[in-house]
């Protein structure tokens, strides 16, 4: 299939999953009472908290469907991650464990991350140690995260979007890293669902239904790509 083609289809497909599946998952959150604080503007909408499981699935289901078997197969340790991720982020966006876990769940999936894509990706720092080159790509992971992670709890409308323009970035310089074509789909996957969740946001104040929050499953999923690409293409700079 034609590349313009599957990069429309990998944007359009995370976009309308948003659509498609949170007025789903707004219902299992009001029956379970998963809402925040409302907004000032709109005291009387839901502020629901698990707007990022909308994201997951578009993201996900874009790359599955999109990405071919061998470029699929590279994103394994991301997915990996992500899935890692998710779970830790829907149990925080549920109340159901410990404020501690999302930093134990940072170092576990940064660790999935590196480790598990060694033999297919090129080493961060040409002539270091394996092992000292992995640790400075996970410190790398980590720190990102854990900043991206707490500038949005404070700005949480400034980072959305200021991670599309960085996967919008991505998308520009697609021929740099992951080997082609791959690494546009994935950017194209995040900034479909971030644009996704971003207009719903809006369809649904005029609407006014239940509005969607990113908690930390959403923050999570955005860091950890973003993370993924800003690794890759340092990769690609110093080597």
Not at 128 to 142: E, P
Not at 159 to 181: E, N, P, Q, R, S
């Amino acid at each position: 299939m034609n590349e313009l083609v599957l990069a429309g289809l990998s944007f359009g497909i995370a976009f309308v999953s948003v659509f498609l599946v949170q007025p789903s998952v707004a219902q299992v959150g009001l029956a379970k009472n998963l809402t925040a604080a409302p907004e000032k503007n709109f005291p009387k909408l839901p502020l629901l908290t698990m707007g990022g499981v909308s994201m997951f699935i578009g993201i996900n289901l874009s790359l599955a469907l999109c990405s071919s078997g061998k470029g699929f197969g590279s994103l394994h340790p991301l997915i990996a991650a992500m899935v890692i991720l998710f779970f830790s982020g829907l149990l925080l966006d549920t109340n159901m464990t410990f404020r501690y876990i999302r930093q134990l769940a940072k170092l576990l999936a940064a660790a999935v991350l590196v480790l598990h894509a060694r033999g297919t990706q090129g080493i961060l720092i040409p002539g270091l140690h394996a092992t000292l080159d992995a640790l400075i790509q996970i410190t790398f992971v980590v720190a990102f995260m854990y900043v991206f992670h707490e500038l949005a709890l404070y700005r949480k409308m400034t980072m959305l979007l200021l991670a599309l323009v960085h996967a919008l970035f991505f998308v520009l310089i697609k021929g740099f890293t992951l080997a082609a074509f791959t690494g546009m789909l994935l950017a194209l996957a995040l900034s479909g669902s971030l644009s996704g969740i971003l207009i719903y946001s809006r369809y649904a104040r005029y609407k006014k239904k239940p509005l969607p929050l990113i908690g930390h499953t959403g923050i999570f999923l955005i860091a950890i790509i973003l993370a993924y690409l800003w690794l890759k293409l340092l990769a690609f700079w110093i080597n």
